[in-house]
């Protein structure tokens, strides 16, 4: 008989909250979707991967993990990837926990960097969540070493898992044999419609549809979705059903619909209880900043 694991895993789902849709030109009733934040831990130390956006939410993140956690070390924050609603909670929690250390792979850094550039930042984070909702500076992480590796009390191994594109370009996934438990970022999505503005290529789809697969080659028994509901449980078929989503939005798309209203409209009808409509208004109108036979 083998001996269990005291490593142990537990996910805080940052709750949807509102946001200006300046990209459809909304200012009040559109919403963000909800964050996955994974705490894996031992009786001792832990790994914080991914946070959530405004001072609200990682608040009460805080008061998660000292519920959840009481007395253990955070020694790690991983950041799945460069979105920079997977990273704008790091001030906060380091300030909490100041000996954690912030670690992301290479291309995350450099993704973050550019989304934390004055013009970008100000124009788009600050824009979707005015009024002092993110707290400042915002801290950056620093690279994991070349092996992509780190280890919790020397002894439990934690891998960066490069996926190339997902929703976004350089994702990640984070590894942790002893648990098979992948923490998949934005590479699965759980009942919470995927965002595919930047996935706006058939080539693209088909890139993130390889990431699916090579976290699926790992054999994970647990998978984190980077959004999801709440009482979602953490299963492989996150993996499966995301693919499938892509494959219907590349089905839809062969159908020629007329504009994004009609592509929005049909992803909607097949998949009416995920939640939030505003990624898929998203996802359509980028589909159609493309010529037809790169989105099909």
């Known amino acids: 008989m083998t001996t269990p694991s005291p ?38 130390e832990a790994v914080l991967v991914d946070t959530p956006i405004t ?15 009481p007395g253990r ?14 990273f704008l909670g790091l001030t906060q929690l380091i300030e909490r926990f100041p000996e954690a250390a912030a670690v992301a792979t290479k291309a995350t850094i450099e993704h973050a960097d550019q989304q ?5 930042f100000t124009n788009t984070w600050e824009a979707f969540f005015p009024g002092g909702q993110i707290k400042h500076p915002v801290t950056r992480p620093k690279p994991l070493p070349d092996s992509n590796e780190f280890k919790l009390q020397g002894r439990w191994l934690f891998k960066a898992i490069e ?37 706006n290529t058939k080539a693209k789809r088909e890139e993130w549809i390889r990431a699916i697969e ?3 080659a790992l054999g994970p028994v647990h998978v984190v979705a980077g959004h999801k509901k709440a009482e979602e449980p953490d ?9 499938q989503y892509l494959l219907d939005w590349g089905s839809v798309l062969k159908r020629s619909p007329k504009d994004p209203q009609e592509l929005y409209e049909e992803m909607f009808k097949l998949y009416p209880h995920r939640f939030n409509r505003m990624p898929v208004m998203w996802g359509a109108g980028g589909a159609f900043q493309v010529p037809e036979n790169a989105r099909i």
């Open 7 to 44: 490593l142990r895993f537990a996910v805080h789902v940052a709750a949807p909250i509102p946001c200006v849709d300046f990209i459809n030109g909304v200012k009040e009733g559109q919403t963000w979707s909800p964050i996955s934040c994974t705490l894996i831990y031992s009786d001792i």
């Open 55 to 69: 001072i609200n939410q990682t608040q009460e993140l805080i008061d998660w993990i000292e519920k959840v956690a």
């Open 73 to 86: 070390k955070l020694s790690y924050i991983y950041i799945t990837h460069g979105h920079a609603d997977h």
């Open 116 to 120: 934390l550039g004055e013009n970008y």
């Open 163 to 199: 996926v190339g594109h997902s929703d976004t370009y350089d994702s990640t996934v984070l590894w942790v044999p002893d648990l098979k438990l992948a923490v998949c970022g934005d590479v699965a999505y759980g009942e919470v419609h995927p965002m595919l503005l930047e996935a």
């Open 214 to 216: 090579k976290v699926q």
């Open 235 to 243: 299963a492989a078929w996150h993996l499966a059903n995301t693919k």
